[in-house]
């Protein structure tokens, strides 16, 4: 057609090009926003494999090295970095406690081992410290707490926000920080019927899901924010952990959300299990 007309083949191609670029353009446009509103709602911490995984959600299809390049182009920049802490050596836990998890940190059902841990964050310029409580089935955050001291008041505290049926859980485990030695925990762990287990002394490995959770906290979280006093720590905690266990894809868990993951184990599950 090209020789009948008289027309270069070039000419031809690049007309086509250009009628594609068009179209391309008023997508890229729309792809463009969806990726910055994703990443600036979801506390600006998403790179370009969580964004695709919302983005498939809502039926869009783009890849992540596209993804990658409008982040670039609109200066999107994933906030995890590390925070120096200066440690505070303490006496651990001596008890005689063995490791019942035996790092194993995938569970069948829900509520049925508990680890729990504590990290630390700057709050009017002095150090408080945050506790969690992890649900392994579905790395759900289900307790909480937050203050001044890293002490067993702080554990207790979180232990009390704990929202679900304490007799489903068989085991609960943490390393071997004194705060831990709670006269108020072993009086709930005898009366419920749960097990306790501790990790070998100085082995981070044997308490990973809540080491990893706790990473997560800090670049997601905690050093996105100047708190000006304990009372808007809290407010801000409790923002935080309905936005990881109802919002935020786990890769643990297929990029599903801890919500709905224990939805599908309950849609699956037989009605007496």
């Not at 250009?18 to 179209?23: A, E, H, Q, S, Y």
């Not at 979801?42 to 995984?53: S, V």
């Not at 203050?147 to 489903?168: Q, W, Y």
């Not at 287990?197 to 990893?212: F, H, I, Q, R, T």
Request: hydrophobic residues 35%; positive net charge; aromatic residues 12%.
């Amino acid at each position: 057609m090209c020789k009948v007309l008289q027309i270069p083949r070039s000419t031809y191609y690049y007309e086509a090009n250009k009628l594609n670029d068009t179209g391309k353009n008023h997508h890229d446009g729309d792809v463009t926003e969806k990726v910055v509103q994703i990443f600036n709602t979801n506390r600006r911490c998403f790179g370009t494999r969580r964004i695709k995984i919302h983005l498939d959600k809502l039926g869009i299809k783009v890849s992540r090295r596209r993804i990658g390049r409008i982040m670039k182009k609109q200066n999107l920049v994933s906030t995890y970095t590390s925070q120096r802490y200066r440690a505070f050596p303490a006496r651990p836990n001596e008890r005689d406690i063995t490791n019942g998890l035996g790092r194993a940190f995938y569970r069948e059902r829900p509520m049925e081992v508990l680890v729990s841990d504590l990290t630390y964050v700057k709050v009017a310029g002095k150090w408080h410290y945050i506790c969690l409580f992890i649900d392994l089935f579905n790395r759900e955050i289900v307790g909480y707490s937050a203050g001044p001291r890293k002490d067993s008041h702080l554990v207790s505290a979180a232990l009390s926000t704990i929202r679900h049926n304490l007799r489903e859980v068989q085991m609960f485990h943490t390393d071997r920080g004194k705060e831990f030695d709670n006269h108020l925990i072993d009086e709930v762990l005898d009366t419920f019927g749960i097990q306790r287990s501790l990790s070998m002394k100085g082995c981070p490995y044997d308490n990973a899901v809540a080491e990893a959770t706790f990473k997560a906290m800090k670049t997601e979280f905690i050093n996105q924010f100047h708190f000006l006093s304990l009372n808007h720590l809290n407010i801000e905690l409790f923002d935080y952990v309905n936005w990881y266990n109802n919002i935020r894809p786990h890769g643990a868990l297929n990029d599903l959300t801890p919500k709905e993951y224990k939805e599908i184990f309950y849609k699956n599950c037989p009605i007496l299990c």
